[in-house]
């Protein structure tokens, strides 16, 4: 499962797409956390799809992770502005790779 202390126990490697991403990063199999509000951690998501399908506000968006061990594509938190902290995502998602810290 996602770390929840991800924060403390991460530093931000990049950005993407107006988001952090916390490390470490190596592409392609270690991509790290994607997302603050709405935190992804890319090395355990595979693609399962409730978030996409389930968020009311249409918060993640696919991306492409070509050769991740995982899967090759990711439910990126593109909108995490967005998010009205219903903890769907958190819910549905199978593996836990979602951590939602409502403010
Ligand atoms: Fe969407 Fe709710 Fe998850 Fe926020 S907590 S990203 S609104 S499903
Ligand atoms: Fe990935 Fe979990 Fe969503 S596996 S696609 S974060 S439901
Ligand atoms: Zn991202």
Excluded: Y
Excluded at 15 to 23: C, F, K
Excluded at 34 to 57: K, M, N, R, S, Y
Excluded at 71 to 78: G, M, N, R, T, V
């Amino acid at each position: 499962a996602i770390d929840p202390e991800f924060e403390n126990n991460r530093d931000i490697a990049e950005e993407h797409e107006g988001h952090n991403v916390w490390g470490p990063v190596e592409e392609p199999e270690t991509l790290g956390i994607h997302g603050t509000h709405v935190a992804v951690d890319f090395d355990i998501c595979l693609a399962d799809g409730a978030c996409l399908e389930d968020c009311p506000v249409d918060v993640f968006e696919w991306v492409d992770t070509p050769d991740h061990p995982e899967s090759e594509i990711k439910a990126d938190p593109a909108h995490e502005d967005q998010c009205i902290d219903c903890m769907l995502c958190v819910d549905v998602c199978p593996v836990d790779a979602i951590d939602v810290d409502p403010g």
